[in-house]
Nanobody
Framework: QVQLVESWGGLVQAGGSLRLSCAASARTFSDYAMGWFRQPPGKEREFVSA????????DYADSVKGRFTISRDNAKSTVYLEMNSLKPEDAAVYYC?????????????????WGQGTQVTVSS
């Protein structure tokens, strides 16, 4: 069983930055690829970014490519999402997810564990 806890969501002005963190309780964090998803109000949960077990492979949704950066620190069992140039349409609940595989995935059903989410609000 893996527990995931997201942190550092909040309110930011358009054009601003936030860095989300997700701490994992996994015995061997490096056994898991990790992903970030988001769910805007009234919409489906969507893929944002994902990273392989060792950070060697990353993937981004087109809507965030060039603005968001995913990274991980296996020694700290933590994955990060650096979000720059935030837009009002980035506002959502952001979820961290863990996948018992080495490669990342864009599919929601490809992940085995989910965090509780953290709210990101972007004011225009």
């Amino acid at each position: 069983q893996v527990q995931l806890v997201e942190s550092w969501g909040g309110l930011v002005q358009a054009g601003g930055s936030l860095r989300l963190s997700c701490a994992a309780s996994a015995r061997t964090f490096s056994d898991y690829a990790m992903g970030w998803f988001r769910q805007p109000p009234g919409k489906e949960r969507e893929f944002v970014s994902a990273i392989s077990f060792n950070g060697g492979m990353t993937d981004y949704a087109d809507s965030v490519k060039g603005r968001f950066t995913i990274s991980r620190d296996n020694a700290k069992s933590t994955v990060y999402l650096e979000m720059n140039s935030l837009k009002p349409e980035d506002a959502a609940v952001y979820y961290c997810a863990a996948r018992a595989a080495l490669a990342p995935s864009r599919r929601r059903d490809g992940y085995d564990y989910w965090g509780q989410g953290t709210q990101v609000t972007v004011s225009s």
